[in-house]
């Protein structure tokens, strides 16, 4: 929890879900975030099926620019997924949930953490992972919101790992060109090789063919229409998230970490 806040702290970005203050009471540690009514990307994915390569290419360069700033940072974010990418008012998607998100000051980590569809091989071989553990990531997202379904679905998550480490998951007829270069240059099983990861870093995603007609000024500015604007009635409409019962309060908590730092 207070590496979660500690790595939010650090970061100020337009795409990335803003931290105001952490706060405690007797029971609970409360982190307020900015408020972001269009929902999940993964609520507007399973209404729709599927998405558009255009539509695909305005979600996956917002979240290009996030990760620019990130590993500027040496963060490497480890939790790519349309539940985590959340939309505001507007449409555009903003990263939350920085649970996984781990700041790399010394090189490589080798914790085993992520969702299994989107786990890259050396995470699951336990080889030691860095920033290119996104990139990967990345490829993973842009197939799942093209298809409909991740490039390495199975029911087991056994089964998930050996298609991840087999590598090379078909392309769909139906993917122009440009898209099944940019996802195979995503899904290299060699970290190295990369795209992100390579020489240029994020810039040689940016500059890559599936981007070319792109206006990322005008992403970056806000003045881009987002493919789809979410229904949002009133300042307090929630009615874009499922609810849950928030069940007891935890009991009274002892532990008193020093929120300020």
């Not at 558009?52 to 490497?76: C, G, M, N, P």
């Not at 860095?130 to 998550?157: Q, T």
């Not at 979410?230 to 019962?245: E, G, H, I, M």
């Amino acid at each position: 929890v207070l590496n979660e806040m500690r790595v939010m702290r650090k970061i100020n970005h337009p795409f990335i879900a803003k931290l105001y203050v952490a706060l405690q009471d007797r029971h609970n540690i409360y982190f307020v975030l900015e408020l972001l009514q269009g929902g999940e990307l993964f609520t507007h994915l399973r209404n729709r099926g599927k998405l558009s390569e255009q539509a695909a290419r305005f979600y996956a360069a917002t979240v290009v620019y996030a990760f620019s700033t990130l590993h500027a940072k040496k963060i490497a974010y480890r939790d790519l997924k349309p539940e985590n990418l959340v939309m505001d008012s507007q449409g555009y998607v903003k990263l939350v949930d920085f649970g996984l998100a781990k700041q790399l000051l010394s090189g490589k980590t080798w914790t085993l953490c992520g969702t299994p569809d989107y786990l890259a091989p050396e995470i699951i071989l336990n080889e030691g992972h860095d920033m290119a553990v996104d990139y990967w990531a990345l490829g993973v997202l842009i197939f799942e919101m093209v298809v409909g379904a991740p490039p390495f679905y199975a029911e087991d998550p056994m089964e998930v790992y050996e298609k991840i480490l087999s590598g090379n998951p078909a392309m769909p007829t139906f993917f122009t060109r440009n898209l099944s270069d940019l996802i195979k240059k995503l899904l290299r099983s060699q970290q190295g090789k990369r795209l992100g990861n390579t020489r240029g870093g994020t810039a040689a995603v940016v500059k890559h063919k599936w981007f070319s007609s792109f206006d990322w000024a005008s992403l970056e500015n806000g003045e881009m229409k987002a493919p789809y604007t979410p229904t949002v009635a009133s300042k307090d409409d929630v009615t874009n998230f499922d609810r849950f019962d928030e069940g007891e309060l935890p009991p009274v908590s002892d532990w008193n970490p020093d929120l300020s730092k």
